[in-house]
């Protein structure tokens, strides 16, 4: 098992910047993804950034340019840096951890982020 706890949503203008961090406890394996993902109200939900183990990552396009994802593996903790929010960022963020090989897939709670005019 592993639990993901998020931290760091909140309300900012458009223009401002936010950081989410997801600290991962319990059954860490070596090799695994671990990820960002925002659902807006009426939306399903959908991939934000992914970044493996071995240090490559994926951005939806909407995003690219403006938020950056890192980790700090001795902390077991993925971030999301947002920059240039928009309103259409608006969402609940959601923490993922996944390891391909075995098919694990586990979620945060969600951290709620809202985006001004």
């Known amino acids: 098992q592993v639990q993901l706890v998020e931290s760091g949503g909140g309300l900012v203008q458009a223009g401002g910047s936010l950081r989410l961090s997801c600290a991962a406890s319990g059954r860490i394996i070596g090799f695994n993804v671990m990820g960002w993902y925002r659902q807006a109200p009426g939306k399903q939900r959908e991939l934000v950034a992914a970044?493996?183990?071995?240090?490559?990552?994926n951005y939806a396009d909407s995003v690219k340019g403006r938020f950056t994802i890192s980790r700090d593996n001795a902390r077991s903790t993925v971030y999301l840096q947002m920059n240039s929010l928009k309103p259409e960022d608006t969402a609940v963020y959601y923490c993922?951890?996944?390891?391909?090989?075995?098919?694990?897939?586990?979620w945060g709670q969600g951290t709620q982020v809202t985006v001004s005019s």
């Open positions: 970044l493996f183990s071995g240090g490559s990552t």
């Open positions: 993922n951890y996944k390891v391909p090989r075995t098919k694990e897939d586990y």
